[in-house]
Nanobody
Framework: VQLVESGGGLVQTGGSLRLSCTASEASGRTSSTYTMGWFRQAPGKEREFVAAIGAYTKYADSVKGRFRISRDNAKNKNTVYLQMSSLKPEDTAVYHC?????????????????WGQGTQVTVSS
């Protein structure tokens, strides 16, 4: 099972970044049949839900209107994206991609079976 994130980096307040998460074929997960989610973890804090996409999308209140989750279901492309705009210093965290069976986009960490290693997002003030 392998989920690989990319796209993190350093950005100024108000800037934008797009994160990508690709599920390997070996994982058996494809973004078209599973819910894919994004969580984030800041230093000293619990890992928290950001957004998920299954049959529909779900967002944390803190990112609504600023972040957008989408996916590419084209053949051989099992990729989910997180477009982040109007970034704030409090968005700084390691962002992890996650996957779960079924198409209900739940926000509880324990409902996800597979996790990526994470990608660092740093927003400077």
């Amino acid at each position: 099972v392998q989920l690989v994130e990319s796209g993190g980096g350093l950005v100024q307040t108000g800037g934008s970044l797009r994160l990508s998460c690709t599920a390997s074929e070996a994982s058996g997960r494809t973004s078209s049949t599973y819910t894919m989610g994004w969580f984030r973890q800041a230093p000293g804090k619990e890992r928290e839900f950001v957004a998920a996409i299954g049959a529909y999308t779900k967002y944390a209140d803190s990112v609504k209107g600023r972040f957008r989750i989408s996916r590419d279901n084209a053949k051989n492309k099992n990729t989910v994206y997180l477009q982040m705009s109007s970034l704030k210093p409090e968005d700084t965290a390691v962002y992890h991609c996650a996957a779960r069976g079924g198409l209900v986009p739940l926000s509880t960490r324990g409902n996800y079976d597979d996790w990526g290693q994470g990608t660092q997002v740093t927003v400077s003030s």
